[in-house]
């Protein structure tokens, strides 16, 4: 009796791992049997994984950001996930200033080309992050006072990597994270140097150095009422200027159970209303507590490690777990009310394995914010979510 039930086990599992095999075969990338295509669905066992790039098709595109070892290809189950996936990259820092022009009058554009090359095999279109930004600049700009060399550093960035990428990245974050939590300018070196109106120009260079690509502006926080109508007073400004700016993009770096819904619904009437997209281009849910006074995605703010900040090290509880799912589901949601008006939303990373929720804004910790956990098994949040597509 016993034999015969563990070959009767035996022949399932065979038979389970065949399905498997024959659901890896995606039509996005190479085929890899295992741990990620076969992982069972919400269906029979050995259903493909559903796909979320798929699920939203017709509503707004699906991406992640994506590191170096990730375009690399150095995992194929990580190449096979995100090209089922996702149908638009953004680079999580390889574009920014500091990597891609290390000197005054030197660039190094081998990874950025790379990024171009991975998107352009699984079909991804890329949003290139970020032309002007106060954070991740090169050490030469470090303690610059001088407005000539601001500007000569300003005009030459813009014009030589919106110009070189035009025609290859879909879109620009044009300028990140210039305004102050109450709506005001930020004071980051190209404002002190530059004035308030380098935002107008640094839209002006990119439009004329990248005529086929879309020009967004980019930003944490913006959905909340001071903040946002500093952005929509930014926006109505570079119109003003007779200048092209074709979105927004609300980061949307918040925690499970406290997500913002009716800020961020303002947000989208409010900003769809000035004629521009909007994006959600940097999305994850923190699980774990928020140190003291800290509640900004401001990577300037580090806070000191302590155990009750990281709870959960050994596994998240289901609790934890289920919040999680339901935030993502509320928000999803809120999302499909409105595709009309969204045109992309990008999940800050693929797995929490790479998360820089673990780094951030406290080093060390184990945080659960993305749709894959770290086998790159998909996680109840990700189900809930593929459940609020039509
Ligand atoms: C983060 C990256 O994820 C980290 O790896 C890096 O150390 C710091 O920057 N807002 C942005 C992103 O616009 O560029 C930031 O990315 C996260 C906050």
Redesign the pocket.
């Known amino acids: 009796m016993y034999n015969l039930f563990r070959c009767a086990v035996i022949i399932a599992v065979f038979f389970v791992a065949l399905c498997g095999g024959a659901g890896a075969q995606t039509a996005g990338g190479p085929a890899v049997a295992g741990r990620l295509t076969s992982v069972s669905g919400p269906g029979a066992p050995g259903d493909p994984l559903p796909s979320l790039k798929d699920a939203f098709r017709n509503d707004f595109l699906i991406g992640a950001?994506l590191?170096m070892s990730q375009v690399e290809e150095k995992d194929p189950a990580v190449s096979a996930l995100i090209a089922r996936q996702f149908n638009t990259l953004t680079p999580?820092?390889n574009m920014?200033a500091a990597l891609i022009q290390p000197g005054w009058d030197r660039y190094n554009f081998e990874q950025a080309d790379e990024i171009v090359r991975f998107a352009a095999k699984y079909n991804m279109k890329v949003n290139a992050?970020?032309l002007i930004?106060h954070?991740?600049l090169p050490s030469f700009m470090a303690g610059m006072q001088d407005a000539d060399s601001v500007r000569h550093y300003f005009t030459d960035h813009i014009t030589t990597v919106a110009g070189r990428y035009d025609g290859k990245v879909y879109s620009w974050?044009v300028v990140?994270?210039a305004l102050n939590e109450d709506g005001t300018m930020r004071k980051s070196i190209f404002e002190r140097t530059l004035g308030d109106d380098y935002i107008v120009e640094a839209f002006r260079l990119a439009q004329k150095a990248a005529p086929h690509t879309q020009l967004y502006y980019?930003d944490?926080n913006i959905e909340h009422d001071k903040k946002r109508a500093g952005v929509v007073a930014l926006v109505k400004k570079i119109q003003a200027a007779g200048v092209r700016i074709d979105g927004v993009g609300i980061?949307g770096?918040w925690s499970a159970g406290h997500v913002p819904l009716q800020d961020i619904e303002n947000s989208i009437i409010e900003f769809s209303a000035l004629g521009v997209k909007v994006m959600f281009t940097?999305l994850d849910l923190s699980v774990l507590p928020s140190p003291r006074g800290h509640n900004t995605?401001d990577?300037g703010q580090h806070s000191d490690y302590a155990d009750a900040l990281n709870p959960y090290v050994n596994g998240l509880p289901d609790s934890a777990q289920n919040l999680l799912a339901d935030s993502y589901a509320q928000l999803f949601q809120l999302f499909m009310k409105y595709k009309d008006k969204i045109g992309r939303v990008t999940f800050?990373?693929v797995d929490d394995g790479h998360s820089?929720l673990n780094?951030?804004p406290v080093r060390g910790r184990t945080n659960y914010p993305l749709l894959f956990d770290r086998q790159l098994k998909p996680k109840p949040a990700f189900y809930k979510v593929i459940g609020t597509a039509k």
């Open positions: 950001a590191n999580e820092n920014k992050h970020c930004w954070s991740q974050d990140n994270e980019n944490y980061q770096h940097e995605a990577v800050w990373g820089w780094g951030f």
